[in-house]
Every structure is written in structure tokens, then in C-alpha cells.
């Protein structure tokens, strides 16, 4: 899944995890489970299943859940290409 305006994580993420995602580089893409998925993209469970789909959307809402997933994965990714 593809975060490409991290804005909408604002409501789902304290002041400390805001401020470690400024300077992470969007778009973001994350692995989350295909319900979370399906939930924060606006669509089903079967279209992101659907053979062909590869499961990628771009989310256009947000939830606590797919906030920490993006800071988790975020966050590792950036400290993983500064070592």
C-alpha cells in the first residue's frame, strides 16, 4: 500500500511519530494486512485480492493501526539506508 500524503496520518499518530516522519521520503509503501488495506483505501477486500492486482492501493484515510504500521516499516526503512 501507498501513503503519498502523510497528512492523513496526523490524527492517527502522536507529536513524537509526526516529527520522526518529516523527513521520510514519500510516497511510502507499506505491508499491511489486505483488510487494513482495503479499509484505509477505500475499497473491498476482493478487488485487492482479485488476480492481477498485485493488492497495491493508495490510501485515502488513515487509522492508529496503519499509523504504527508506518512508523514500524518507515522508520526502519530510513535508519536501514543511513547505516
Same mark, same amino acid.
Given at each position: 500500500?501507498? !501513503?503519498t500524503?502523510? %497528512? !492523513?496520518?496526523?490524527? %492517527? /499518530?502522536?507529536?513524537?511519530?509526526i516529527a520522526a516522519l518529516n523527513n521520510v521520503a514519500v510516497p511510502i509503501v507499506v505491508? #499491511?494486512? #489486505?483488510? /487494513?488495506?482495503a479499509n484505509v483505501c477505500g475499497t473491498t477486500v476482493a478487488v485487492l485480492s482479485a488476480a492481477g492486482s498485485g493488492g497495491a492501493c493508495t490510501a485515502t484515510s %488513515?487509522?492508529?493501526?496503519?499509523?504504527?504500521?508506518? #512508523?514500524?516499516?518507515a522508520l526502519k526503512q530510513k535508519s536501514s539506508k543511513t547505516n
Amino acid at each position: 500500500m501507498t !501513503i503519498t500524503d502523510v %497528512s !492523513i496520518l496526523n490524527d %492517527s /499518530l502522536n507529536k513524537n511519530q509526526i516529527a520522526a516522519l518529516n523527513n521520510v521520503a514519500v510516497p511510502i509503501v507499506v505491508q #499491511v494486512p #489486505v483488510a /487494513l488495506a482495503a479499509n484505509v483505501c477505500g475499497t473491498t477486500v476482493a478487488v485487492l485480492s482479485a488476480a492481477g492486482s498485485g493488492g497495491a492501493c493508495t490510501a485515502t484515510s %488513515s487509522n492508529r493501526t496503519l499509523g504504527q504500521a508506518v #512508523v514500524r516499516q518507515a522508520l526502519k526503512q530510513k535508519s536501514s539506508k543511513t547505516n
